[in-house]
């Protein structure tokens, strides 16, 4: 690969234009509500380096990018760096390879290039963003850091005789579901570290001052994101989380659909367990067979958890049914006029086999295929359609309508649930299943559990 970097990450009034419309599809379109927290932890000047979690491939690059109007510098691996067009056009979006053992040792080589480019960055107080796991995973669990990212603060302090005062600000991203459309997601800044504090250590012994600056970083980091450690038991912690964190909301008399408190409840229960864990092995043991034989239950049952722990009667799964038939010809209309841009993005990532990019490939969709979509549309309603007030009614009415379908169609799926759930009511299995969380959630129940 030709490294020729020029100065990318000075600020550019085309980029700065460009990213307006991903931008407003990001914070509006894709997702349903962008959170964010700690603005105030982000240096206003000075040698910056977020450090943010890695679970969602280009989408974490995405929240930093749209969170505020500015145009920080990435490092992302650099197989993705694959042909002339790829190259410069991910240099155009201020992004800088990082060379693995994976790309060859000799490509190894040319990470000192990329080091350099990196320092001359931080040197001119850019925000320079590193990924400090390396690579990406859809899963809420921190994963080891690489010493890159400490690496780069200690060569920049050094090319400055330590007068850049480097912080490194740990970055929490947590999504709400990996891959569906319409979802929360937020992002955590924690407060700054300054790698000046670790120079005594660092000229002494630098080895082991880079070990311990990036131990800071991960406990740091872990305050910020729902970190499951205990991996062979991950899908009970997550079965855990979904039950027992409403719960805690509701207790703490805040929104239960907020996310923000969804996931600071989601901590308290992973905190929980690992107390659990910890000092009390026996129960934690019955609580893990407990929520095995549960979500496996659900999963026979075709049911999700929320509808185990609701109540419905036949005379309001009957109102909500005849509602959905009052306003399917407008989640049609919505979904007719919307198939291309909101809808067949699903059906051509499906075919991708590694999930973990489904969503950055539909959101690059998304914005490749609105604007088509829109102008064609356009141009069709100018030529067929009269009056002219009624054209512009029409293109008001399509983008609404297709948000509208997407959930209809969710809503569709619930009361599906809930019939299933009125049909399997006098079942052994759903009896079963209610039992089966009224044993978990007494398990969480004691006072000096929370």
Known sequence: MSIKFNNLEDPSIVYGALKLFPQFVHNHIFYRNVYSMGLENIPEDGAVIFAPNHQNALMDALIIMSIKSWQPVFMARADIFAGHFVRRLLFFMKILPI????????????????????????????????????SHKGIRKLRPLKKGITRIAFMAEEASNYTLDVKIVPVGINYQ???EFRTDVLINFGKPISVREYR?????????????????????????IIDIRDTENYDNFETARTIYAPIIVRKEGKIVNNFQNQLLAGRKVVEIMDDMKANSPEQFETLNSYLRKYR???????????????RFKLTGVLLRTLILMVLSPLALFGFVNNFIPYFSPFLLTNRVKDRNFHSSLRFALYV??????????????????DPWWLRIVYMLAVPATGIFSHHFY?????????WRLLFNKGRHAYLKLSVLRQKIVEIFVPSNRL
């Not at 005594?200 to 305050?223: C, M, W």
């Open 177 to 179: 579901d990996y891959y």
């Open 200 to 224: 005594a250590q660092y000229e002494e012994n630098p080895q082991k001052a880079n070990h311990e600056l990036v131990q800071r970083v991960t406990e740091e980091l872990s305050s910020l």
């Open 368 to 385: 490749f295929l609105f604007p088509i979509w829109y102008t064609v549309l356009i141009v069709l309603l100018c030529k067929y359609l």
């Open 410 to 418: 969710d809503y569709l799926k619930r009361v599906g649930a809930m």
């Open 296 to 310: 496996e239950g659900l999963s026979a049952a075709n049911l999700p958890d929320w509808i185990i722990r609701r």
């Open 99 to 134: 060379f693995r053992m994976r790309d060859g040792k000799e490509s190894l080589k040319q990470n000192e290039a990329v080091f350099e480019k990196a320092v001359e960055v931080l040197r001119k107080r850019r925000y320079l963003v590193i990924y400090p796991e390396a």
